[in-house]
T-cell receptor, first 114, second 114 residues
Framework: ETGVTQTPRHLVMGMTNKKSLKCEQHLGHNAMYWYKQSAKKPLELMFVYSLEERVENNSVPSRFSPECPNSSHLFLHLHTLQPEDSALYLC?????????????FGPGTRLTVL | GENVEQHPSTLSVQEGDSAVIKCTYSDSASNYFPWYKQELGKRPQLIIDIRSNVGEKKDQRIAVTLNKTAKHFSLHITETQPEDSAVYFCAAKGLTGGGNKLTFGTGTQLKVEL
């Protein structure tokens, strides 16, 4: 349960605030991911990082800005969000980005935008 | 890109009965199919996965079958227990779009009743 950790677990912010979500993995993996989980919708992949380089950006609005300073840490910087951005944001990691690499998830950050 | 459909969206079974959840995918190049279980307020956790070179895989009460010709795969839970109650997500991953993307189904809320 401690392989992938996320902080904070809950966050309430106004539309003009700037905040950051943090993810850390202790599994020695080389790839990290951000997902958005909204009610009644499938998990939506936002960003993929492999060896600290962004390898996928799934048409995510620029108000979400990822940062991967090293292979163990991943951030999601948030600014001028909208109420519809309220969701559970999940981080995941995997050994690599090969087509059969298993992804392990963190506990998520429950974000509420007022 | 890949499209994954999952049915049913909700499933209620009596304790001890079997539960079956079905998924279809669109990309014939997909070759990795994990299943995740997400309990209320917790992270998605991998429970079983299957690769395209096999048609069936079993782990105690859980089994997954894959039909590559028909492009569908299923999760089977036998002798269900109350602790099996959760949301189950199927996913598919392949070589298109860079081979990094895990596409999820919309989830099945399984309730095991006493």
């Amino acid at each position: 349960e401690t392989g992938v950790t996320q902080t904070p677990r809950h966050l309430v912010m106004g539309m003009t605030n700037k905040k950051s979500l943090k993810c850390e993995q202790h599994l020695g993996h080389n790839a990290m991911y951000w997902y958005k989980q909204s009610a009644k919708k499938p998990l939506e992949l936002m960003f993929v990082y492999s060896l600290e380089e962004r390898v996928e950006n799934n048409s995510v609005p620029s108000r979400f800005s990822p940062e991967c300073p090293n292979s163990s840490h991943l951030f999601l910087h948030l600014h001028t969000l909208q109420p519809e951005d309220s969701a559970l944001y999940l981080c995941a990691s995997s050994q690599g980005v090969g087509d059969t690499d298993t992804q392990y998830f963190g506990p998520g950050t429950r974000l509420t935008v007022l | 890109g890949e499209n994954v459909e999952q049915h049913p969206s909700t499933l209620s079974v009596q304790e001890g009965d079997s539960a079956v959840i079905k998924c279809t995918y669109s990309d014939s190049a997909s070759n990795y199919f994990p299943w995740y279980k997400q309990e209320l307020g917790k992270r998605p956790q991998l429970i079983i996965d299957i690769r395209s070179n096999v048609g069936e895989k079993k782990d105690q009460r859980i089994a997954v079958t894959l039909n590559k010709t028909a492009k569908h795969f299923s999760l089977h839970i036998t002798e269900t227990q109350p602790e099996d109650s959760a949301v189950y997500f199927c996913a598919a991953k392949g070589l298109t779009g860079g081979g990094n993307k895990l596409t999820f189904g919309t989830g099945t809320q399984l309730k095991v009743e006493l």
